[in-house]
């Protein structure tokens, strides 16, 4: 997996943020569309694209997209 | 004093999903009322937890093992099960998935636990006569479908929801043999069910707060209503969903 098809696999779980606004190091908690709605959508993403079950604690231990993606990758070895 | 309406003294129960949570709490409380009880489930260490801890008021208990979702699982416990008087069928499980990722295979895993297992079930007692002229049929839905439509419960709330239909349709037919047919919608049960991780512990807690009565179920809330569905204090009620939620859904 890269990095770069993560962000858009997370940037696409998104209906009003400008994706530009999603790099590595984006804080996506502090994001103004953030919800809890959302968060379901990136762990049902997660398990869809990488087949990885990530849990709701993981989510929420992440600062950015990086740290999330390092978590699924790890869990992916 | 001896009234007690609730009393199952005599009845022959059968417990599913007796193993944890909702359904074990239901076969202890069934046992401390006199219930001869028939515990049902997939892992034997764990059901014979539950069997252990069940009242010998009777001494008849039984413990059967079984995977619901297996056609042969099914038709061989039908075949070991003595006549019953009442059935609660808890064996379910759930899911939390946005609606755009419930795929066909995702409603196919949730429907086959949740409705496809206990439908048969409920088919084949009746069909083969297991129940007997007068038993009480409790099936464990949910509010999740019929009574309350939280983001990413849909596919968990859509099986519990078609439950609920055919319980009413059973209700109906099944009146002709006195049978009654009734489903508990429990809100949110503290049971291992809802600790699987997706759902993080600290956002549980904030979601409880959002009970009228300011906690979530316990499996006890739950096993009691059962025991009124099953004893004859409810010989007249059929084709119910009984709401069981702390006033969630109000």
Known sequence: ?77 | MDYNPFSLVGKTILVTGASSGIGQETAIACSKLGARVIVTARNQERLQETFDQLETIDEGHMQLLADMTSQEDLEQLIASLPSLDGAVLCAGNSTTLPLQFGSRQKFDEMFDVNFFAPVELLRLMYKKKVLQKGASVVMIASIGGTHSFMPGNGVYGASKAALNSVMKYAAREYASRKIRVNSICPGMVDTPLIHRGTITEEQLAEDAKKYPLGRYGRPEDIANGAIYLLSDASSWLTGHDLVIDGGFSI
């Open chain 1, 1 to 77: 997996m890269n990095i770069q098809d993560f962000i858009e696999n997370f940037a696409a779980q998104f209906d009003d943020t400008d994706e530009a606004l999603f790099t590595a190091e984006t804080e996506f908690k502090a994001l103004d569309e953030w919800s809890s709605l959302t968060a379901l959508s990136i762990i049902a993403m997660v398990d869809d694209e990488y087949d990885v079950i990530i849990k709701g604690s993981d989510i929420l231990n992440s600062n950015t997209i990086q740290d999330l993606f390092e978590i699924v990758e790890n869990q992916q070895q």
